[in-house]
């Protein structure tokens, strides 16, 4: 890892001051707020197939176009809203991810109503506490793991789009149900005994 500002860093986020400040300030923390992990799992989908810098970069455009990922909302968007969110420059202009976000937020408010909230049904596949691992180098890191696999397969099941097992994992790591960071990583987090 090179040092920047004297602290140590998982490679990936060496590249861009953007990255810098979204892997030292959220990436790995445990977030159990809905809303936050609604817009993490709409980001996550629409980073399919791109790099996650084009979608930080991007991110404040996505909170105005999606309603500040409020699901609710999200989930009653027109025909002509998806189309007009089509030429929005400021997001990726995928029909299919856009209208997955529409999808996915019908799906969330259900598994919210379900299970009292979509924390507590994701955090489940973790049994509710963080997963620790030990990795040297960003190469060690997995695309893709046993949970992400039941997660993403679970989720399809409740109608879900965008949610493969990649996917599912990024997911994981952005939202700290996994800690990812390498061990020579100043975010760097040990279990706790």
Request: with cysteine; proline share 3%; glycine share 6%.
């Amino acid at each position: 890892m090179k040092q920047k500002s004297n602290l140590s860093r998982c490679t990936w986020a060496e590249k861009d001051p953007l990255y810098v400040d979204y892997h030292d300030r959220e990436w790995g923390k445990p977030l159990h707020d809905d809303k936050k992990l609604f817009e993490f799992l709409i980001l996550e989908g629409a980073q399919a197939g791109l790099s996650w810098i084009t979608i930080l970069k991007k991110r404040e455009n996505y909170r105005k176009a999606f309603a500040d990922f409020d699901p609710a909302i999200v989930a009653k968007f027109s025909e002509k809203k998806i189309r007009s969110l089509m030429t929005d420059e400021g997001i990726v202009r995928n029909e299919l991810k856009i209208r997955s976000a529409v999808t996915n937020a019908s799906c969330f408010l259900n598994i919210q109503k379900e299970y009292g909230s979509f924390d507590s049904f994701v955090w489940s596949f973790v049994g509710g506490k963080p997963l620790y691992n030990t990795w040297k180098n960003t190469r060690e890191v997995p695309g893709k793991t046993p949970i992400s696999d039941a997660m993403s397969k679970e989720l399809k099941k409740k109608g879900f789009k965008f949610v493969g097992s990649t996917i599912c994992y990024a997911f994981m790591q952005a939202t700290g149900m996994v800690m990812d960071h390498t061990v020579d990583c100043h975010c760097f987090v040990k279990k706790k005994s």
